[in-house]
């Protein structure tokens, strides 16, 4: 008994660097499957909100902007202070602003340099804003 906390650790960290090696082998169909399967099996993980940030991003990459949107709003809802919520914001920004939603990319960037104003992603969103036409 004493060994399975453990066990489950080192399982739930595995499940998310195989994940992550998918995304970073832009495979990102594989990568959607993988965090998806990831935080049905391991939603209080403490690595659930980076699983959803990249969730997000793998949709994002294969421009499924919508969903992509929706995964990261999600982020935003269930980890607010996560260390991803900005990275989140500017992934819905970019997604807005592929899809044409100038006014709703410009409301989301800023609204990372409102509420992340001390960030490197604040100074992206501020470069971003600066371009945005």
Known sequence: VDGK????????????????????????KD??????????????????????????????????????????????????DSPRAAEAMLNIASSQADMNDKRGARKTLEGIVATYPNTPTAGVAKDRLAVLK
């Open 5 to 28: 906390p453990a066990l489950i650790e080192q399982n739930e960290t595995r499940s998310f660097e195989a994940a992550l090696a998918a995304f970073r082998a832009s495979d990102f």
């Open 31 to 80: 990568a959607i499957s993988e965090f998806g399967a990831f935080l049905r099996r391991y939603p209080a993980s403490p690595y659930a909100a980076s699983a959803q940030y990249w969730l997000g991003t793998s949709q994002y990459a294969l421009r499924d902007y919508k969903a992509a949107i929706a995964t990261q709003q999600d982020l935003l809802k269930k980890w607010p």
